[in-house]
């Protein structure tokens, strides 16, 4: 088990939230995959283990995992949000036309709520940063076209 499954079900365990098998699975899978996954991706990739397992089960359990800071869910025009396991601060860039998301680590910006409370007054509690552009496929897929 990593270190950060660990942490994650310590932190559910500390909010008196029983472990299942599930919940276990849901969240080892969102801190395995970097694809930034819908509930219904979540879903398919684990049925076959939990047959019994339904599509509420996962949007419940994600909705518990965002309530505890364990996972950002992502919201888009598509109507289908993703979800990212909330390790460390970052940033996503966006593919325009096939929705490839890739995180971005960019530490330069980690004073960036500071900053915009100092100029604006607002009192910040978080903030979000998305590029968008086309990925390296989308482009050559252009380019022979």
Do not use: W
Request: hydrophobic fraction near 35%; aromatic fraction near 10%.
């Amino acid at each position: 088990m990593s270190y950060l499954v660990e942490q994650s079900i310590e932190r559910l365990k500390f909010n008196n939230i029983r472990i299942t098998p599930q919940r276990h699975a849901i969240l080892e899978y969102l801190i395995d995959q970097d694809n930034h996954p819908t509930a219904d991706e979540i879903y398919k990739a684990l049925e076959s283990r939990f047959p019994s397992m339904s599509v509420a089960t996962v949007y419940n359990n994600l909705r518990l995992f965002t309530e505890l800071g364990l996972v950002k869910e992502m919201m888009y025009g598509d109507n289908s949000s993703r979800f990212d396991f909330a390790s460390t601060e970052h940033y996503h860039a966006i593919c325009s036309e096939c929705g490839k998301i890739e995180d971005i680590y960019y530490p330069g910006l980690d004073d960036v709520e500071v900053v915009a409370s100092n100029l604006t007054g607002f009192a910040v509690n978080s903030h979000r940063l998305e590029i968008y552009g086309l990925c390296p496929d989308c482009q050559k897929n252009i380019e022979n076209n």
